[in-house]
């Protein structure tokens, strides 16, 4: 079992075999139980939306015709049931308005952890991502009332808001960091005491976690983009920013 974090959508995850690790864990799984494997994507749906970004992420994570795909809509006032990750060998919660999804995926979070621990694999692009830790940073822009990202990727929050989040790893986390310009706001994150530890994954980019309990030294990351790092200082500096590239193809 893993949990795979990827700082973009599939339309930005463009380095070959990024996927391939995610995949062949919920083939795995499925080859464990004796069955076809089943993959559920959730993605969040206005007016049929889910529908027309739904064939990007099965062409990204899979041959449609090896897999079945159990899509799992999330929709603006509705909570997704736990009967919705019941009996599948793999979880993927796609990109989208991340306030949205952890509203709507709350209510099952119980069964995503349940799932992850006994073996199942979870994908989480860019908003997947960001609710998946304990601590979930759900968008803003301004921190103590200054800017420190750009408003283009505040989700429509002014401030910089937290939510308890899925519980799948001890640190928070935020996406599209080189492209979009949000180390800034992870750093926020931090220096404000939001989080103990925040990291910022870049487009093409994957944080692997073995286990939920792994620590961030622990973990894999593959792409071609970075996974910046942030932690409170011990020095008189208020935050300490590390840079990790690619340890494996």
Excluded at 96 to 102: D, I, K, N, Q
Excluded at 186 to 208: F, H, P, Y
């Amino acid at each position: 079992m893993s949990i795979f974090l990827v700082g973009g959508g599939p339309d930005t995850t463009t380095s070959p075999g990024l996927l391939t690790p995610f995949r062949v864990e919920v083939e795995s799984h499925a080859k464990a139980q004796a069955r076809r494997p089943r993959l559920a994507i959730a993605l969040f749906d206005h007016q049929g939306s889910a529908q027309r970004y739904l064939p990007d992420y099965v062409r990204a994570l899979a041959d449609a015709e090896a897999m079945d795909i159990e899509p799992v809509l999330v929709e603006r006032g509705h909570s997704v049931g736990p009967e919705a990750f019941a009996d599948v060998d793999g979880m993927c919660v796609a990109g989208g308005p991340t306030p949205e999804y952890l509203a709507g995926l709350n209510g099952a979070g119980h069964a995503i952890r349940a799932a992850v621990l006994s073996g199942v694999p979870y994908l989480g692009f860019s908003a997947g991502a960001m609710i998946a830790p304990g601590i979930a940073l759900l968008g803003g822009y301004r921190m103590a009332g200054y800017d420190v990202c750009p408003r283009e990727s505040s989700e429509g929050l002014d401030a910089i808001t937290v939510r308890r989040g899925l519980g799948l790893v001890p640190f928070s986390v935020d996406v599209h960091t080189a492209q979009a310009g949000t180390l800034g706001r992870t750093m926020a994150l931090v220096e404000s005491g939001e989080a103990a530890t925040a990291v910022g994954i870049d487009e093409d980019t994957c944080l692997i976690l073995d286990e939920p309990t792994a620590s961030i030294d622990e973990c894999r990351v593959t792409g071609s983009g970075s996974v910046w790092v942030v932690n409170p200082s011990t020095n008189h500096i208020p935050v300490v920013v590390s840079r990790r590239r690619a340890t494996e193809a």
